[in-house]
C-alpha cells in the first residue's frame, strides 16, 4: 500500500525556536497534502492544504506567517513552526493524496510528530 | 456543509464480543465515507472507505461498515473484538478532491 513517511516522529524544542516537520509519499506522487494537527483525545483538525508548485490553502485561525508550508515536489511538503511557543505543543500529522486517485480523496497518513516546546 | 457525528466516545466490549461503532453523516450532495483507526502516538491508517461503490464495505482486519444512505448512516462493525483492536477509531466523510472532515473519534476497550 501507499506509504507516508513523516520525519521527525518526536521533537523537543525551546520557546522560539523554529521547528521543520517533512512529509514525504515515498511510493507515489502527491500533488496535494494535508496537515492536521491533533490535541490530547481530541479530533484532527486540519490546517492547511498543500499543493505542489503553489501557496497553500490555510483554513480560517490558522497563522500562515506562523504555519510555514512549502510543496516544492510531488514527494515532499515540509511545515515550519516558527518562533515556537509552548502553545504550539502537539501531535502533527500529515497526509498525502494520490495525484493518480484524486477523485476517490483517499488519503495515506505519516506517523505523526510530537512537538514539545519548553 | 459536510459533518460528522460519531455517536459514543467510548466503546468497550469482551474478547470475542460484537464491535458496533456509530457514525452518522450529514452531507449535501453523495459523500464518500471512510473509517481510520489510531493507535497511540501514530498516524492513522484507513480500514476501509466507501466511494459509491457496494454498499457494504469490507476492510482490513475484519471489520466491515456499511452505506445506509435513508438513515445518513456508515456504522463500523466487526464479528468478533480482538485485544489488538483497542485503539481510537475515526469517521470521516468527503467530496470529492476535497479534504477530509473528522468525526470527534471513539475510543474502543477490549477487555479478556
Known amino acids: 500500500g501507499a506509504v507516508v513517511s513523516q520525519h521527525p516522529s518526536r521533537v523537543i524544542c525551546k520557546s522560539g525556536t523554529s521547528v521543520k516537520i517533512e512529509c514525504r509519499s515515498l511510493?507515489?506522487?502527491?500533488?496535494?497534502m494535508f496537515w492536521y494537527r491533533q490535541f490530547p483525545k481530541q479530533s484532527l483538525m486540519l490546517m492547511a492544504t498543500s499543493n505542489e508548485g503553489s501557496k497553500a490553502t490555510y483554513e480560517q485561525g490558522v497563522e500562515k506567517d506562523k504555519f510555514l508550508i512549502n510543496h516544492a515536489s510531488l514527494t515532499l511538503s515540509t511545515l515550519t513552526v516558527t518562533s515556537a511557543h509552548p502553545e504550539d505543543s502537539s501531535f502533527y500529522i500529515c497526509?498525502?493524496?494520490?495525484?493518480?486517485?484524486?477523485?476517490?480523496?483517499?488519503?495515506?497518513f505519516g506517523a505523526g510528530t510530537r512537538l514539545s516546546v519548553l | 456543509a459536510q459533518s460528522v457525528t460519531q455517536l459514543g466516545s467510548h466503546v468497550s466490549v469482551s474478547e470475542g464480543a460484537l464491535v458496533l461503532l456509530r457514525c452518522n453523516y450529514s452531507?449535501?450532495?453523495?459523500?464518500?465515507l471512510f473509517w481510520y483507526v489510531q493507535y497511540p502516538n501514530q498516524g492513522l491508517q484507513l480500514l476501509l472507505k466507501?466511494?459509491?461503490?457496494?454498499?457494504l464495505v469490507k476492510g482490513i482486519n475484519g471489520f466491515e461498515a456499511e452505506f445506509k444512505k435513508s438513515e445518513t448512516s456508515f456504522h463500523l462493525t466487526k464479528p468478533s473484538a480482538h485485544m489488538s483492536d483497542a485503539a481510537e477509531y475515526f469517521c470521516a466523510v468527503s467530496r470529492a478532491g476535497t479534504a477530509l472532515i473528522f468525526g470527534k473519534g471513539t475510543t474502543l476497550s477490549v477487555s479478556s
Open positions: 511510493d507515489f506522487q502527491a500533488t496535494t
Open positions: 452531507s449535501s450532495v453523495p459523500p464518500y
Open positions: 497526509s498525502a493524496r494520490d495525484a493518480m486517485d484524486r477523485a476517490k480523496n483517499i488519503q495515506y
Open positions: 466507501y466511494t459509491s461503490a457496494a454498499t
